[in-house]
């Protein structure tokens, strides 16, 4: 049976730690039949004075030497998680271009010219700065959906992990006109929608867009998805992945899609 985790992250990623060989031995130990490899690169960090370390070359090195390596018992998928390609057109082109990796996950970290949604005190934030914040994300991930090179749009809710975090939530009801718009958009660019787990192993209780919103998405006709654990240790690769191939089935997914040699394909759930 199909199980994957196409969201994680290792040592080649600025905040993680891990080793690749030791993430692909423990998601082998926990039943998992294929991961993509999505490390981090923000394109605009470095124009807004952060240092953006990721080095393409070693990278695809080490996922194609570890690939032959547990060939027969685990996938292994040579991916990115590449932050605000939109923002820094140029810069995405030319990392995509230099990495030609089998799986483009995109996210949107931050609005444009602003830092992660990360580093906001959101006990702080009032009700209409948040809004206008949600609103600018939601126009921002229009251009996002429309990037080419991209095979699927990660934590399309980022923000709600760190509101919930703060002892705070949001309503993402008033906004559903919007994700209805960026969806459509997917569905036409063939951009798959990511659930990302890391919110339910974290014990917020909703996955990233929550069931509500993957309803909307099947409502829209999106019929493509991918499950990510968005683990950055190897203790959490695999997690809530299964929870949420039975989320997908009840709203009436049958498939999650994998990539084998730059290949999209449909598998059972
Ligand atoms: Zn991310
Ligand atoms: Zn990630």
Redesign the pocket.
């Given at each position: 049976m199909f199980f994957a985790d196409y969201?994680?992250?290792t040592c080649f990623?600025y905040d993680c730690e891990e080793n690749p060989e030791s993430l692909c031995i423990s998601a082998i130990k926990k039943g998992l039949t294929a991961i993509a490899i999505?490390d981090?690169y923000d394109c605009d960090y470095q124009e807004y004075g952060y240092p953006m370390v990721f080095d393409v070359k070693a990278h695809k090195k080490e996922i194609y030497r570890i690939k032959e390596k547990f060939k027969g018992k685990l996938d292994v998928v040579h991916g990115i998680?590449l932050g605000q390609p939109h923002a820094c057109p140029d810069i995405a082109e030319k990392i995509l271009k230099e990495g030609n990796f089998e799986f483009v996950?995109a996210?949107q970290h931050n609005i444009k010219k602003l830092p992660d949604f990360y580093y906001f005190d959101y006990t702080k934030v009032k009700e209409n700065l948040l809004d206008a914040m949600i609103s600018k994300m939601l126009k921002e991930l229009l251009e996002l959906a429309s990037f080419k090179g991209i095979d699927s749009i990660?934590?399309i809710t980022y923000p709600h992990r760190y509101i919930k975090s703060a002892g705070s939530d949001i309503d993402f009801k008033k906004y559903y006109d919007n994700f209805e718009d960026i969806f459509n958009l997917m569905i036409k660019n063939n951009v798959s929608l990511e659930i990302?787990t890391?919110t339910l192993w974290k014990g917020c209780g909703f996955s990233m867009p929550d069931e509500e919103i993957i309803k909307l998405y099947y409502e829209c006709g999106g019929r493509l998805v991918n499950v990510?654990s968005?683990s950055?240790t190897a203790e959490n690769v695999g997690d809530c992945i299964m929870d949420t191939y039975r989320t997908l089935k009840r709203i009436g997914f049958k498939t999650v899609i994998s990539v084998t040699n730059g290949e999209k394909f449909a598998e059972n759930i």
């Open positions: 969201h994680t992250h990623s999505t981090h998680e996950l996210s990660a934590h990302n890391s990510g968005d950055h």
